[in-house]
T-cell receptor
Framework: GNSVTQMEGPVTLSEEAFLTINCTYT??????LFWYVQYPGEGLQLLLK?????DKGSNKGFEATYRKETTSFHLEKGSVQVSDSAVYFC???????????FGAGTRLTVKP | GAVVSQHPSWVICKSGTSVKIECRSL??????MFWYRQFPKQSLMLMAT?????????EQGVEKDKFLINHASLTLSTLTVTSAHPEDSSFYIC???????????FGPGTRLTVL
């Protein structure tokens, strides 16, 4: 079946550190891949997405590249800020249906 | 961009009562909406898929008589938690799919606390 596995946290970094949150997936065909961010007490916000192999999604300094050969969609940011502290979810939808599957979420805390 | 709202944002109720949560797509028509449940510090669990004008499709293990879903219009889906108990306390999040696009837009969530 379709599933997402992401690096479990929590992750604690100092401000301006480099961030990587690993995400790998299992799916048939060509799924669309997403990263969502959830701030405390709020719903999910789409951070970035990629719909086909080798696509790079980017937003607010975050990037992730759709790697079909390694079935991965790792999230990266070169210099994190305190305001990036949140929970990050990797997700996929198969190309032929609505079913969205989420990873377990990774809690990021950035300290000044 | 597509905006999804939920109402209420939080609710506290007594055990045994029913609670209705609304999910609205504000600037687009959503033929399909989804309801998720999120326990503290955990991921989202899909509860059901709501299609306008038809019965909802529930995920395995989700009681359809406990969690009543109605999708009466292209912009509104409701989730009613019937005879709520403390174990139903959770964060409920809805999402809506833009027609022709497999991306989902999420509401801000509703925190339910059952005393």
């Amino acid at each position: 079946g379709n599933s997402v596995t992401q690096m479990e946290g929590p992750v604690t970094l100092s401000e301006e550190a480099f961030l990587t949150i690993n995400c790998t997936y299992t799916a048939t065909g060509y799924p669309s891949l997403f990263w969502y961010v959830q701030y405390p007490g709020e719903g999910l916000q789409l951070l970035l997405k990629a719909t086909k192999a080798d696509d790079k999604g980017s937003n607010k300094g975050f990037e992730a590249t759709y790697r079909k050969e390694t079935t991965s969609f790792h999230l990266e940011k070169g210099s994190v800020q305190v305001s990036d502290s949140a929970v990050y979810f990797c997700a996929l939808t198969p190309y032929n249906n609505n079913d969205m599957r989420f990873g377990a979420g990774t809690r990021l805390t950035v300290k000044p | 961009g597509a905006v999804v709202s939920q109402h209420p944002s939080w609710v506290i109720c007594k055990s045994g009562t029913s609670v209705k949560i609304e999910c609205r797509s504000l600037d687009f028509q959503a033929t399909t909406m989804f309801w998720y449940r999120q326990f503290p510090k955990q991921s989202l669990m899909l509860m059901a898929t709501s299609n306008e004008g038809s019965k909802a499709t529930y995920e395995q293990g989700v009681e359809k008589d406990k969690f009543l879903i109605n999708h009466a219009s292209l912009t509104l889906s409701t989730l009613t938690v019937t005879s709520a108990h403390p174990e139903d306390s959770s964060f409920y999040i809805c999402s809506a799919r833009v027609p022709g696009n497999n991306e989902q837009f999420f509401g801000p969530g509703t925190r339910l606390t059952v005393l």
